[in-house]
């Protein structure tokens, strides 16, 4: 256990790089703060490379629940509020190893699998709602682009509530190719298209699936709609000319997963 009283620590230098620089790669450390994000990382068996615990909370954490092998840092209450991102601290933070998978190869296709696959997503808000969504309805993982933002963004990792660590992440480099890997594997593909078939009320979702989310102002890529089964459209009634990427999604899931 150490205990860092100043700013001007060494450590604690390299503790606000890790916050203000996502690294990416399958050992990157990843910065998460608040009771329920370090509390779902816990459960999900996350690796923890680092605990960061403020003075003032540490009669509060149970560091008990931590493997011996963690680093365990104590902080001067200034210190933390300077270390962590929101405005009321919880009194606890994390550096904690990266859970995304780096290559479809890494991962078997199972008959029930449900995937979504986000191409070229920027929103913090939009992912980390669509791996919300995801996550309420059963789906095992999410797929995305490296040039999709990155999950371990603050603002995705408060909109996701924790759900980041419930489901698989898998790292793409290419929509076209991962759709072809998918198919090889009996993997269905749905996209969704402006120009696409209006679902149905019978609409049947085939197993194992995946359904492809585009960026919120181009939506899917030309490339990526030759290379997908089907291209469907959720049918609307009013004036909207589409939805927001996450509603869309949540809805799909929620379809989805009423054919389980």
């Not at 092998?69 to 210190?79: K, Q, R, V």
């Given at each position: 256990?150490?205990?860092?009283?100043?700013?001007?620590?060494?450590?604690?230098?390299?503790?606000?790089?890790?916050?203000?620089?996502?690294?990416?790669?399958?050992?990157?450390?990843?910065?998460?703060?608040?009771?329920?994000?370090?509390?779902?990382?816990?459960?999900?068996?996350?690796?923890?490379?680092?605990?960061?615990?403020?003075?003032?909370?540490?009669?509060?954490?149970?560091?008990?629940?931590?493997?011996?092998?963690?680093?365990?840092?104590?902080?001067?209450?200034?210190?933390?509020?300077k270390?962590?991102?929101t405005?009321?601290?919880?009194?606890?933070?994390?550096?904690?190893?990266?859970?995304?998978?780096?290559?479809?190869?890494?991962?078997?296709?199972?008959?029930?699998?449900?995937?979504?696959?986000?191409?070229?997503?920027?929103?913090?808000?939009?992912?980390?709602?669509?791996?919300?969504s995801?996550?309420?309805?059963?789906?095992?993982?999410?797929?995305?682009?490296?040039?999709?933002?990155?999950?371990?963004n603050?603002?995705?990792?408060?909109?996701?509530?924790?759900?980041?660590?419930?489901?698989?992440?898998?790292?793409?480099?290419?929509?076209?190719?991962?759709?072809?890997?998918?198919?090889?594997?009996?993997?269905?593909?749905?996209?969704?298209h402006?120009?696409?078939?209006?679902?149905?009320?019978?609409?049947?979702?085939?197993?194992?699936?995946?359904?492809?989310?585009?960026?919120?102002?181009?939506?899917?890529?030309?490339?990526?709609?030759?290379?997908?089964?089907?291209?469907?459209?959720?049918?609307?009634?009013?004036?909207?000319?589409?939805?927001?990427?996450?509603?869309?999604?949540?809805?799909?899931?929620?379809?989805?997963?009423?054919?389980?």
């Amino acid at each position: 256990m150490k205990q860092i009283e100043s700013r001007d620590n060494p450590r604690f230098k390299q503790l606000l790089r890790t916050r203000q620089h996502h690294a990416k790669g399958p050992d990157a450390g990843v910065f998460i703060e608040g009771l329920r994000l370090c509390k779902d990382a816990l459960l999900s068996n996350v690796v923890f490379e680092t605990v960061i615990v403020s003075q003032d909370y540490l009669s509060q954490t149970d560091l008990t629940l931590y493997d011996k092998s963690t680093e365990i840092i104590i902080l001067a209450p200034s210190a933390f509020e300077k270390l962590c991102s929101t405005c009321n601290p919880q009194g606890i933070a994390a550096i904690v190893r990266s859970p995304v998978l780096f290559h479809t190869k890494d991962f078997t296709v199972r008959p029930q699998d449900k995937f979504i696959l986000c191409e070229s997503i920027q929103d913090p808000g939009n992912l980390g709602s669509i791996i919300r969504s995801a996550d309420a309805f059963g789906f095992t993982g999410i797929m995305f682009t490296r040039d999709t933002v990155d999950p371990f963004n603050e603002k995705v990792l408060r909109s996701s509530m924790g759900s980041i660590f419930h489901i698989q992440l898998i790292q793409i480099d290419t929509v076209a190719e991962t759709i072809c890997q998918l198919k090889e594997s009996g993997v269905a593909t749905y996209a969704t298209h402006l120009k696409g078939d209006e679902i149905a009320k019978d609409w049947i979702i085939r197993r194992p699936c995946a359904i492809v989310m585009g960026n919120e102002g181009q939506g899917i890529s030309e490339e990526t709609a030759k290379a997908c089964d089907h291209l469907i459209r959720i049918p609307m009634k009013g004036n909207a000319e589409s939805l927001n990427v996450s509603n869309a999604a949540a809805i799909l899931c929620y379809l989805a997963s009423t054919q389980d």
